[in-house]
């Protein structure tokens, strides 16, 4: 892994001998999230549930969960009834859902079947009514090639009329985006303690931000967990994304610019377009 070094030598410096080290898991594309730190860092995100479970009542079973991950997702859905296909290429954090699903009781894990895929190219059992895709996932596909592939494997599993919950962040120019990000988690339950870095460096003529970043996870009484990431998001403005969906075989039916409903405009962050299938 050779880093990208147009941003801070200091962080680079860490992060290449993380990676040439031996004792780091390299992980490259798609985000490389561990289970565990996706639970820490993510887990607690819930400003879209109540939206997504609103269209979920609306649109009736099955529910696709695309990069369903641990479950922040799949497991309100499943709490509230629904059936939920839940797809992850990410075998380790398949069996840290199921294990929450069978920790919820009433038939919950008999409601949900886990597909082990890639969000590019899949198949699932029956077609869905509602597919939901959050939190910037889809812009991990790191290239517009990439994101169609997606959305043409996304069309062919929806049922006719099938809706789609797509949400990513606005593409903006931020200064402070290329400085080097810290943070430190605690987890009071397990003892562990994590430590993630990460900076990105913009490429604003292909529309792409490149990221770096290390994660390492402190134990009670064992050596540490180091992993190193590097993936790519690949941005797409408002009209990219419209055009990109009906392309694909989708109508953009609203264009919303936060959790609460409204209308996305120039100072939103967070765009959220809700698509009809109409091929």
Partial sequence: MTPDTAGNPEFFDVFFDLAESGFADVRRGFGGWVPEVYDLMEGDFEDDIPHILSLAAQAGGPILDLGSGTGRLT?????????????????????????????????????????????????????????????????????????????????ENLAEGGRLWLDVFVPKPNPSATEPYLTSLADPETGRLLLYGAQSRDDHFTGQSHVNAFTIVFHQGRQPDIFVQEWTYSWLHPNELRLLLESEGFELLELLGDYEGDEADDTSIQMIAIARKTR
């Fill in 75 to 155: 497991i309100p859905l499943l709490r509230a009834g629904h059936e939920v296909i839940a797809l992850d290429s990410d075998p380790r954090m398949q069996e840290m859902l199921s294990l929450k699903a069978s920790a919820l009781g009433g038939g919950a894990e008999k409601r949900l079947t886990q597909i082990q895929a890639d969000l590019r190219s899949f198949r699932i059992p029956a077609p869905a009514r509602l597919a939901v895709c959050s939190t910037n996932t889809f812009l991990y596909l790191g290239s517009l090639g990439a994101q169609r592939e997606a959305l043409a494997a996304v069309r």
